[in-house]
T-cell receptor, first 114, second 116 residues
Framework: AQSVTQLDSQVPVFEEAPVELRCNYS??????LFWYVQYPNQGLQLLLK??????LVKGINGFEAEFNKSQTSFHLRKPSVHISDTAEYFC????????????FGKGTKLTVNP | NAGVMQNPRHLVRRRGQEARLRCSPV?????VYWYRQLPEEGLKFMVY????????ESGMPKERFSAEFPKEGPSILRIQQVVRGDSAAYFC??????????????FGAGTRLSVL
């Protein structure tokens, strides 16, 4: 079985500051990794994904994430945040070649203050 | 180029009534997934369907819940005799077939069910 841990439930930052949202996963098999963003009262939007290849993946809105197999981590970063980045961010994994279901972390609420 | 469409966006039911949640996948997608989001929780997988088949229902409660994805029309998540604990946001996602494509799920805006 897989599990995802998002270490910070809330992250407040000031506008234009860098941010890192942490994600660790546990799995006995190889996985695909995803970050989704959810704005208030909306569905989830895919930010970026790691399927294979380069461990540094770039997504939309200036976000990037790095897959670290040895540390089983997939932390999300942005060098300079905007007020509009205020949202909840979910890390998710799915089993390569197995069940298609996504296993989500509990989410991290990012609040960007002026 | 419509994304995943869910309706209704908000649904209010009294205890004991039935709730029907509909999901139309992205055009060309043949895989549908349902997830439930409880307050202060991440999304939990419920069921994975392909056209006319349930592939994985390991996350579905054993009673009162059912799902279908007919050959024609939207996928339906049906909750019979709702209870207050069913109050949650229900999200549908879809993906297309193919090795890489199957692993990228696109989400709808969700149906927020409130049980009075």
């Amino acid at each position: 079985a897989q599990s995802v841990t998002q270490l910070d439930s809330q992250v407040p930052v000031f506008e234009e500051a860098p941010v890192e949202l942490r994600c660790n996963y546990s799995s006995s098999v190889s996985v695909y990794l995803f970050w989704y963003v959810q704005y208030p009262n909306q569905g989830l939007q895919l930010l970026l994904k790691y399927l294979s290849g380069s461990t540094l993946v770039k997504g939309i809105n200036g976000f990037e994430a790095e897959f670290n197999k040895s540390q089983t981590s997939f932390h999300l970063r942005k060098p300079s945040v905007h007020i509009s980045d205020t949202a909840e961010y979910f890390c998710a994994v799915s089993d390569r070649g197995g069940s298609e279901k996504l296993v989500f972390g509990k989410g991290t609420k990012l609040t960007v203050n002026p | 180029n419509a994304g995943v469409m869910q309706n209704p966006r908000h649904l209010v039911r009294r205890r004991g009534q039935e709730a029907r949640l509909r999901c139309s996948p992205v055009k060309g997608h043949s895989h549908v997934y349902w997830y439930r989001q409880l307050p202060e929780e991440g999304l939990k997988f419920m069921v994975y369907l392909q056209k006319e088949n349930i592939i994985d229902e390991s996350g579905m409660p054993k009673e009162r819940f059912s799902a279908e994805f007919p050959k024609e029309g939207p996928s339906i998540l049906r909750i019979q005799q709702v209870v207050r604990g069913d109050s949650a946001a229900y999200f549908c996602a879809s993906s297309r077939s193919g090795t890489t494509g199957r692993n990228i799920q696109y989400f709808g805006a969700g149906t927020r069910l409130s049980v009075l």
